[in-house]
């Protein structure tokens, strides 16, 4: 006797309409995005259609935000690889409910929702709050470097760019007489009211090119000055350091001669990694110790930690209206001026002052009070043992991001592009743990 199998009619056409709710098992992550999304205040998205006067409907902005969140939460980024998922994968046919944008149309709907996207996940932190998943108990504090879309091949040093501007320059200048020369002998030989005076592509070239240059040369200058301001400098310091330590080697507001700028995203900066320098920039994460949900984060383009402390802890307090009680953090986060305001504001902190694997240098109290009272804290079995809850703490959510939704280079350009897509990475993670945590719980 033949083995019976299973019915199999793929011609077979369905009598009714089925339901969306029976595409995918009860629990599904999309499901949880779709309730979630469901009790946002969206007013921030649909404001921007008010009065717009639009021959075409555009799409529904709750089920843009459902798919964008939902690709983001499962490792698709590209807007043309989330245009082709919402014509085969069922739960983003589920989230889209019968709409099929182009990939054009998710790429506009990102780009232009760029700055809702950080009330979105205040509003998701607010909600894992009121679910006790966050308790601001412990608070662990990191960056990661995160690929800029641009290629490191498409910068240039500072140095560089002077010897550029100076060649460029003079060839510029050659070209401008030879095609002056050359108007001059084409007004003799047909006359001044005839054309001329195109100019040859090869000018057209170099021109675009100095202009670039040029362009990110002042740039660098100005980040420059800038940076130098928050040291205390002045433009007539002659070198003299303003705090009574070494003079410095440049003058004020002229950049390092290995400076760099990138042409394709000016706003990224090469930074190392754990593959090498790359273009990147520096995201950052404060990460809530009891159930690591993301509680606040930031973007920067500065390489170093230094100085985004506060910032994560202010952004902290503003969505969940307090400080937590105690904060973790490496030695890129060391600064006297943050360690005073942490003692200040009641919080716990517990920051290295020392790269893993070296050793402590001498400590002057005097100047440094608040770094020496963390040294002494930091020097008991019991600051020990605290600070090193940080690691697996925050580490392990970068790796998430990395590795489990599998971002790590930005889609976007500009800084504040890209702390649009971070909010957006965020807050797709911290649904996607929340989804599990609230089924364990």
């Known amino acids: 006797m033949g083995t019976t199998f299973r019915p199999y009619s ?29 009790e946002l205040d969206l007013s921030a998205l649909y404001a921007r259609y008010d009065g717009d006067g639009r ?98 091949h498409k910068a240039m040093s500072y140095g560089r760019m002077q010897e550029e501007e100076k060649r460029l320059s003079k060839e510029v ?52 000055k800038e940076r130098d301001k928050a040291r205390g400098r002045s433009s007539d310091d002659d070198r003299r350091s303003p705090r009574g330590g070494r003079n410095f080697k440049r003058d004020y507001g002229v950049p390092d001669d290995k400076d760099q700028s990138n042409f394709t995203d000016p706003q990224s900066r090469i930074m190392k990694t754990s593959d090498g320098f790359q273009q990147c920039y520096n995201g950052q994460l404060a990460v809530d110790g009891e159930f690591q949900l993301i509680v606040a984060n930031h ?29 973790l953090a490496d030695a890129g986060y060391r600064k006297e001026g943050d360690l005073q305001t942490l003692e200040v504001n009641g919080i716990d902190g517990y920051v290295s002052l020392r790269r893993e694997g070296r050793r402590p240098g001498e400590i002057d109290a005097t100047r440094y009070p608040a770094t020496a009272r963390m040294a002494e804290k930091l020097a008991t079995a019991a600051g020990r043992s605290v600070y090193g809850q ?36 965020c807050l797709s993670l911290n649904l996607r743990r929340m989804s599990t945590l609230m089924r364990l719980v």
Not at 139 to 147: E, F, Q, S, Y
Request: charged letters at 30%; proline letters at 5%; aromatic letters at 8%.
């Open 55 to 152: 021959r075409n409907s555009p799409f529904d902005p709750r089920m843009m935000l459902k798919v964008l969140i939902y690709a983001y939460a499962t490792g698709t980024f590209s807007s043309r690889k989330i245009a082709r998922k919402l014509e085969e994968d069922v739960a983003f046919r589920v989230l889209a409910a019968g709409n099929f944008p182009r990939h054009r149309t998710i790429c506009d709907f990102r780009k232009q929702h760029l700055a809702a996207f950080k009330a979105v996940f205040v509003q998701v932190v607010r909600i894992a709050q009121e679910a006790e998943l966050i308790t601001l108990g412990t608070l662990a504090i990191d960056g990661t470097k995160v690929r800029a879309n641009a290629s490191k």
């Open 173 to 224: 200048d050659e070209l401008c007489r030879q095609a002056r020369r050359t108007d001059e002998e084409e007004d003799q030989q047909f006359g001044p009211d005839q054309r001329g005076d195109e100019l040859p592509e090869e000018f057209q070239h170099r021109q675009a090119r100095l202009d670039k240059i040029r362009a990110a040369k002042e740039k660098l200058e100005a980040d420059q």
């Open 10 to 38: 793929p011609d077979q056409e369905l009598l009714l309409p089925p339901s969306l709710n029976e595409w995918l098992p009860e629990g599904h992550l999309a499901y949880f995005v779709s309730d979630v999304v469901e």
């Open 390 to 425: 940080r690691k697996h703490l925050v580490e392990a959510v970068n790796g998430w991001i990395k590795n489990v939704l599998g971002f790590r280079q930005f889609s976007l350009r500009g800084l504040n592009a890209v702390q649009g897509e971070w909010d957006l990475v």
């Open 299 to 327: 973007q920067g383009s500065n390489p170093s930690d230094n100085g985004y402390l506060l910032p994560l802890l202010n952004d902290v307090k503003d969505t969940l209206g307090t400080y937590p009680r105690q904060c």
